[in-house]
């Protein structure tokens, strides 16, 4: 819980005013005095090295723009709280034994903080004065750098580039190095604002050297405490992005560099949601955990707390009660993160809810807490009645209006009443306290399979990680053999590695998609074999097993034109086909072509296995039962052709005579995971849940990435009352399902 | 029946589902829920060119168009690929509706009844 822990602070339940007071939590701090920081006092304005006519007791006047940013202007959430706290988070992380450091920041903080009208005196000079230009470089160390630094501050005010002077050793550790480095950047940018990048980097480079301080290495040696923290988490979340190294002030620093132009509260949350798009560390993290789910189902825990932190991280962000604060664009898309109004699609951070009535009732009611979560744990006996004064109090309110009429004709009181009811009955039949959660932890699930699905749905292949057979020398052959042998899996990897050494292997391609297929799993098969089609346009088991593939995915159109692909290619019956037909094609006359082919050869299996697929696209089942068996007359060994068979039977709700064939396809082939799911499926649409619980759990068992097959097994548990497995399934606990629901 | 393309891949599902519910498991579920439900289904906006299904399961009958014996207890509107994931248990219809990927209308009781468990699953060739 690293992150939570530099949110809050804590690790308790976060406390608005200890986050927001606590000196100890650099990036609450941050978060509070860049969004909601007031005007500073200059209770602490000592001595200014450069001498100006002003009267230190009075307030500064408002728009100072001596330093951009909205630190200084209004006060927004608590009057109490200062800027220096901004330093302050940082100056407590600082490493150890860097007092006289800490120190010195205080001070150039103190002098920065100078009114314009200061300012406006000091640029009137020629130059500066010139006590300022030599910066005393005796004394102590700490002195020296203390002058070094507000000589480097005064050039500033001065407009006067900074000259980098010989120093004398500072005993700086790497860690103040390290700080010294990284504020004197962000300072350097609130400083030189309205200046160009060059300069910037120039000044700041020209106190780096002198302090002998390399600008480009980041610490290697020990860094503060608190970075740590921050920087494993966020390599942790990094792990299968492909960022640069971005220290954990990468982003503070980049931020500094655009508050520039920003005096608006929400500029905090809006230029981070530009600087990394609609990918904000939040969704990366997101992502990061997305695609770390695909590999790692054993461990689901680490992630469900991850998203549990999301989660707390919303609400703590959601605890301070200033309008503001919660308006702003960055906690409303936590918040709507977490309660699943975000869908992650083509890696783009897209609102599903067009309008956001749970977001903004909540913003309305329950800042921080879910409406319902707080409805079921506190007030079931009267919740109805609360919810619904209020809500009929807010019917003028900016609530979405279409939700509002529609509910409002529902005559909400007898809903509200209901569904009261139904809560107390325990209608959800979960624990009240975990549907959230569980309902977080499943839109979680979904979004992995949307992600596989839109990856795959454009054609996308998905590789697996750690594949052993990458270097193999020839894995072509390897991928066959383990075919053959029945272990599917393994041959997925073998050809992988195959594709990736030759992405031109037309075979490699459409062996893989096969496996897929056998696997049950029709997206990749499906994005396996378009790569088999680009390699090869004319092949015909590639064509035809696209037009399955689709048909499975109920893809009418797409089915069609790969069957009429398979048609306009066959050397013999290509003739039947006119090109100029592929354009518009309908479904009546491709069937005629297939069944003119039929007739020409009526002992061509294939002939007859591809009408079958066809019928079953116009689902005139019986047709594509007959198509089968006739094809299965000529071809009884081949045990994809009983599965195509069985599934046929089934679909038309035969599925006592689909039970029969998939078992002559099992006979065939033993590991073929996808006649296993179809008797799963055939039990559960027959109502035996439990034996079809047991035929998922050993489809699983040979495939775990067959998420079909996760889907219909949590379904069939719900079904059979088995909800004391349902976390099993949701975590994907093979051993513990295995041993509940043996195979005889 | 022929296929055009304009099809949608829940008319695959709604027929099947026809099928099944005269068969012994589908009778059950007409016992165990007893409510008339319509389905708008959209291509690819709800709202926009919607097939309306009827799944009446007090009789146990799927028909094309809107509910002729009254009124339905509940009323869905999704779009097509929306339906067919919520029936392959691929979305979770209470997330769904909260996030208005889906819109109901009527008995919000009745409209809980309705989960992935009352459909028949398509075996795959």
């Known amino acids: 819980m690293a992150m939570r822990d530099l949110i809050t602070g804590a690790t308790s339940c976060p406390d608005p005013a200890a986050s927001s007071s606590s000196s100890a939590n650099p990036l609450g701090a941050l978060a509070n005095a860049l969004i909601g920081s007031s005007s500073k006092t200059n209770e602490r304005l000592k001595e200014i090295p450069t001498s100006t006519p002003t009267d230190p007791s009075s307030h500064p006047p408002p728009p100072s723009h001596f330093l951009p940013g909205s630190e200084f202007d209004k006060p927004l959430l608590d009057p109490s709280s200062h800027g220096s706290h901004f330093l302050n988070g940082f100056r407590s992380a600082a490493a150890p034994g860097g007092g006289a450091l800490e120190e010195t920041w205080d001070e150039i903080q103190r002098d920065a903080r100078i009114p314009p009208q200061l300012d406006g005196g000091l640029y009137d000079r020629a130059g500066p004065p010139p006590h300022l230009q030599q910066p005393t470089l005796d004394g102590p160390p700490q002195r020296v750098l203390s002058n070094f630094l507000h000589s480097f501050l005064d050039s500033s005010r001065g407009g006067v580039p900074f000259h980098p002077a010989p120093l004398p050793m500072l005993g700086l550790s790497e860690g103040d190095k390290q700080c010294i480095r990284d504020r004197s950047s962000i300072m350097a940018r609130h400083l030189f604002a309205d200046k160009s990048e060059e300069f910037i980097d120039a000044q700041v480079n020209a106190l780096l050297s002198s302090l002998d301080i390399d600008s480009n290495v980041r610490g290697k040696g020990p860094m503060p405490e608190r970075f740590r923290e921050l920087e494993d988490y966020w390599n942790e979340s990094q792990g299968n992005l492909r960022l640069g190294p971005h220290p954990a002030d990468g982003w503070i620093t980049e931020y500094s560099q655009n508050r520039a132009n920003l005096d608006n509260p929400d500029s905090w949350a809006n230029s981070f949601q530009q600087q990394h798009g609609a990918n904000g560390w939040v969704s990366e993290f997101e992502n990061s955990q997305l695609s770390s789910m695909d590999q790692m189902h054993a461990m689901n825990m680490p992630n469900l707390a991850a998203m549990e932190q999301t989660r707390m991280l919303a609400n703590t962000l959601a605890q301070n009660n200033d309008p503001k604060f919660q308006n702003s664009k960055f906690l409303q898309f936590v918040s709507k993160m977490s309660r699943g109004e975000l869908i992650i699609d083509d890696n783009q951070v897209k609102e599903t809810a067009p309008g956001d009535w749970a977001t903004e009732y909540q913003q309305q009611y329950n800042p921080g807490h879910s409406w319902a979560g707080e409805f079921l744990n506190d007030k079931v006996s009267h919740g109805p009645d609360q919810w619904v004064s209020e809500f009929n109090d807010q019917q003028h309110g900016p609530i979405d209006d279409q939700w509002v009429n529609e509910f409002s004709k529902l005559h909400v009181g007898d809903w509200a009443d209901e569904f009261g009811q139904q809560v107390a009955e325990g209608a959800f039949g979960e624990s009240s306290s975990d549907n959230w959660a569980q309902a977080y932890d499943e839109y979680l699930n979904e979004q992995v399979a949307a992600k596989q699905q839109s990856d795959s749905s454009r054609g996308v292949y998905v590789f697996s990680d750690l594949n052993p057979y990458v270097g193999h020398p020839n894995p072509l052959k390897e991928g066959q053999d383990l075919f053959r042998k029945g272990l599917l899996s393994e041959a997925v990897l073998a050809l992988e590695a195959e594709v990736l050494k030759n992405p031109e292997n037309a075979e490699g391609w459409r062996l893989l998609g096969i496996a897929h297929a056998e696997n049950d799993d029709d997206q990749q098969a499906i994005a396996a074999m378009m790569r088999a089609q680009e390699a090869d346009p004319t092949n015909l088991e590639v064509l035809l097993a696209l037009g399955v593939s689709h048909t499975n995915e109920l893809e009418q159109t797409a089915a069609l034109k790969y069957l009429y692909g398979w048609l306009r290619h066959h050397p013999k019956y290509g003739s039947l086909a006119p090109p100029e037909l592929a354009d518009s094609l309908y479904y009546a006359d491709v069937a005629r072509l297939f069944n003119e082919a039929a007739e020409m050869s009526p002992d061509d299996a294939d002939v007859h296995i591809v009408l079958g697929v066809m019928y079953n696209l116009s689902r005139e089942y019986d047709k594509a039962i007959a198509s089968f068996q006739r094809a299965l007359k000529l071809k009884p060994q081949d045990y994809s052709l009983w599965n195509k068979l069985g599934a046929t039977q089934a679909n038309s709700v035969q599925s006592a005579d689909a039970i029969s064939a998939y078992q002559q396809a099992l006979d065939l082939k033993p590991n073929y995971v996808r006649a296993w799911a179809n008797m799963g499926i055939s039990y559960a649409n027959q109502g035996m849940y439990d034996e079809s619980i047991r035929y998922y759990v050993r489809a699983l068992a040979m495939n775990p990435k067959a998420d079909n097959a996760w889907q219909y097994l949590r379904i069939s548990l719900s079904c059979a009352s088995r909800n004391d497995m349902l976390e099993a399934c949701d975590s994907r606990n093979l051993d513990l399902l295995q041993k509940e629901f043996p195979l005889q | ?125």
């Open chain 2, 1 to 125: 029946m022929a296929s055009e393309s304009a099809n949608l891949k829940s008319d695959a599902i709604l027929d099947q589902m026809k099928h099944h519910l005269s068969t012994e498991a589908g009778k059950e579920i007409v016992k165990k829920t007893g409510l008339v439900y319509e389905f708008h289904i959209a291509p690819e906006k709800i709202g926009d060119n919607e097939v309306i299904y009827t799944v009446d399961l007090k009789k146990g009958k799927v028909t094309k168009g809107p509910y002729e014996g009254g009124k339905p207890d509940a009323t869905f509107s999704f779009k097509d690929d929306d339906f067919v994931n919520i029936v392959l248990g691929k979305m979770n219809p209470q997330l769904a509706f909260m996030r208005g990927t889906i819109k109901i209308k009527g008995s919000l009781s009745a409209a809980q009844k309705f989960s992935p468990n009352i459909f028949p699953k398509p075996a795959k060739m």
